[in-house]
DNA sequence: TTGCTTGTTGAACATTCGTATAACAACGCG
DNA sequence: CGCGTTGTTATACGAATGTTCAACAAGCAA
């Protein structure tokens, strides 16, 4: 009765794709026992592998959520590109595709949330977090000062706008994800479009 | 040499106040730590007390921040009832009141921030706390559509001007406090200004 | 097959966590 | 003044935390 040669006790997996499944076991369990319960040992579990491998390849929870949250931001711009192209040439429909498409799964999604929120709660209090955030905002209002021009808003209009409308989209998902029961995506769609409308000189 | 009989090693305190003690540190531990680093002891520290009177007055860190929240809150509350009532008469005076005291301090301060964020990565985890968030918005809700039925906004759409006014609100305080750099409370005020001109007509 | 590289494990470490509980002492009351 | 109530402390406890590191083994190269 020996052991069958043929069942490895682990297997060895390329450098990216094991930190990708890192992140996201890091972000299922984010989601599911909030940044409280998000420890070195449960996120490995989720995963997976032991608990060591957490710190080889990242060197903290925190440098995992950094990378989570880099991570779920990615998969986010990508949708937001995808509803734009859908959109199709008109410059008003591919402001509004861009806007709309966080009121619609896979981005209206509490699950997200929890990643936000635990991303959040480290920008208070290290430095280079609050730089990453910085960053991939300015990212995102950069793009939407870019379709606003194709609408026509003056250029001088643009920052304002931007972070009018930057403003009014996270306050919008924020609540929809925190209360899916207090208004439907729909509504916040109809909301947001209503706002375009007054930006854009309809 | 004996003990000075003036100098007792604790004071007995009233239950409410003692109880107020520790959501007021509650707070600041949250605001300068973050809430990983808001545990019972730390807590109790700031306060000046053992750790034991956390789990004597409320029982569990998560029900002293919902507590926290429900204080800070509270005094949110009376800010905007303040800047309503020194705004005069005038229906849109008021209203515009209102909305941009939460861009003005106390209002517009990271360290409150610390406590919502806290608060919301509870809301997905357990039922009572998310019970508790919808209330403590529906209120601010309902105090916006009385505003807004005020300047003449008709009963069928005041609820979702309501939902749009808050969510514009939320966001602009929300980047506000998380990257103050951004932009000013001033170009807060100002974005907000605009966007209530075009919900009630100018 | 043999050897080497290195991804991976598992255990040990010192802290820190939340909670429960017995002993203490402040303060009002008689 | 002494007594009793009870707010408060201090301690102890088990569980869980992040981190480290020596030993192991998977998979490639020769």
Request: proline share 4%; glycine share 8%; hydrophobic share 45%.
């Amino acid at each position: 009765m020996r052991e069958q040669a043929s069942s490895p006790a682990f297997r060895r997996a390329e450098p990216d794709a094991r930190r990708l499944s890192l992140i996201e076991a890091c972000a299922r369990v984010l989601a599911k026992n909030g940044p409280t319960g998000a420890s070195v040992r449960v996120i490995a579990l989720e995963a997976g592998v032991s608990a060591g491998l957490v710190g080889h390849y990242f060197g903290g929870v925190d440098a995992l959520v950094a990378a989570t949250y880099d991570h779920v931001d990615a998969q986010v711009s990508k949708a937001l590109d995808n509803a734009v192209a859908t959109a199709g040439a008109v410059p008003h429909a591919r402001l509004e595709a861009f806007v709309t498409a966080s009121f619609t799964p896979p981005i209206a999604d509490p699950a997200l949330l929890a990643t936000w929120i635990a991303f959040w709660s480290l920008v208070t209090t290290r430095k280079d977090i609050a730089r990453q955030h910085d960053e991939q905002y300015a990212a995102y209002r950069a793009r939407l000062e870019t379709l606003l021009g194709d609408c026509g808003v003056p250029k001088a209009d643009q920052r304002l706008h931007a972070i009018a409308v930057t403003a009014m989209v996270d306050g919008l998902w924020l609540e929809l994800c925190l209360s899916p029961g207090c208004f439907s995506g729909g509504e916040a769609r109809e909301i947001a479009r209503r706002f375009l409308a007054t930006i854009t000189g309809r």
